[in-house]
């Protein structure tokens, strides 16, 4: 109920957001242009509305839109908005073109007579426009996107009504006082009058200004100059309610990494999308039942903990498999390009995994047990109770002597180990002072020269002196929610770390490089990470790249000299 409450606060506070407020003049210009039709108002927001949800669900729905760039909908949007400005500028634009006199046909069987049939679709057209850039400016609507909807589609869509409502009423109030400050003036009836014309001029120039980037400037002045940022006001409600929230099933299990005397019944596999290793059949738990021991393993491909864990995953499925030991990976993905199959099965043959793997994009079985971690390991015996549990890397002695007993009252007999483990990465968890660092708007904490939880570009300039563990940026960057992405040439990241090892989540929508330097000096063959060749890191795929490393644990500063469409998303440390 919290939530359902503060999505529609959210929804009615994201009309005064800096990102929206230059946007404005269009709900207002639009629903002006006709003051003598009552429903013009009405008929802009509800097309808004209307676009918010579809986009939304696009989103989630289908993987159709994760590859289109952030810049598709500005055009999308600006050229639209463009397009009916210059209609309204020059209305005879409109009247000559041919297809004309088939919408009003059209138009004239489903709206009673005497309404204007060629503003009700253009009215459609640019409440439709403005969906997509609305749909960017709310901490709100990005949780309701990324949790809500994935765990429960019901719940999600009232969360989202409740956001669009409150978004909707706010947006027809202010057109209706522009409406009604309009029919005041002389020769607004005029479709060739002053009034319409200039606010078809101001329609267009929005429009022009979401195409060309001058919207995102207007909204850093906004912030500059020292305006009231909604979105740090609504961030503070998410996080009051999220710092309450408690696990919804298995709040039990939430911090323990010791076999519990409870027995709990593990939830089943829910809202798989794809099953790889398995012949493309689907699995179930409930299929182990009275058989197998399941070691269950949430992970996600760009996570360096969950690598760390494989080579031991690997190493029981292959001992332990035909003793009655069942793997199944479900990987729930951290960032969007990891809900893709192919990146997971690029990522299954890099890690030589054998055992199923199943896709849970949409977070439904990582929600039915309450997780909230990566790794995270759950084992369940035949009669499919969890028996163990254990949060991130560690402890394999400790959960492979679970396993083996698990097995033994299984009436197996469990091979000794013969030889180590392969490809295993020791680390020195307490000689790393550094943490995870975030680009994205949600999480990006430890921004230092820049605003905090901000989507949009921002220009920045790095100081004379940095602080170690502070990530700094220089030039013009586009920040959403998840990655930071260069703009320019010759833009950089700046960091002073402490660890041994260097990793970064990088993402692509067509290749790019950086230049990397260790404490100014371009990284030599000696400290290169495995995917930098000679002191340039290129990205083709969409994944965690290894860019240093070094014989002993060190603070350094790295720099980074990125190339335009350079995306990143997170540093981690070994």
Known sequence: MTLLIISFIAGALTVLAPCILPLLPVVIGGSATDHKN????????????????????????????????PSFWKWFSGGLLLLLGIILIF???????????VINNSSQKLLAKGSNKQSVWGDILMGAALGPVFSTCSP?????????????????????????????????????????????????????GWVKRGMGILIALVGLAIVTGVDKKIETAILDAGFLDITKFEQNLL???????????????????LPTNQKIIAPELTGIESYLNTAEQPITLEQFRGEKIVLLDFWTYSCINCRRTIPHLNDWYNRYH????????????????EQKRENVEKAITEFGIKYPVVLDNGYATWRAFGNKYWPRKYLINEKGEIIYDHIGEGAYEETEKVIRDALEKLGSKPKDRVGEVKNLTEVNFKSITSPEIYFGAKRNQYLANGRLNEVGVQNFFLPENIETNKLYLKGDWEITNEYAESMNENNEIVFEFTAKEVYMVLGNNFPTS?????????ITKDNSGVD????TLNIEDEKMYHIYTDIEYKTHKLKL??????????????
């Open 38 to 69: 009552p429903w013009k108002p009405y008929i802009i927001t509800a097309s808004l509305a209307v676009s918010v949800i579809v986009f939304t669900l696009l989103l989630k729905a289908t993987t159709l839109v994760i590859d289109i760039p």
């Open 91 to 101: 209305p005879s634009l409109w009247e000559k073109l041919k297809f004309n006199a």
């Open 140 to 192: 709100t609507y990005f949780v309701i996107l990324a949790t809500v909807l994935p765990s429960s589609f019901g719940l999600g869509l009232v969360y989202l009504l409740a956001y669009t409502l409150g978004l909707s009423l706010v947006l027809i109030l202010i057109a209706l006082l522009g409406q009604k400050l309009v029919s005041k003036l002389y020769g607004a009836a005029d479709s060739r």
């Open 239 to 257: 996080d009051k309610v999220d710092d309450n929230k408690n696990s919804e099933t298995m709040d039990v299990l939430k911090n323990t990494s």
């Open 322 to 337: 035909d003793q009655g030991l069942e793997i199944i990976g479900v990987h729930t993905p951290e960032f969007s390009f």
């Open 514 to 522: 950086a230049e990397i330097f260790i404490d100014d000096k371009p």
């Open 532 to 535: 930098v060749v000679k002191g």
């Open 561 to 574: 000299k990125v190339k335009p469409k350079f995306r990143a998303f997170t540093f981690t440390f070994g």
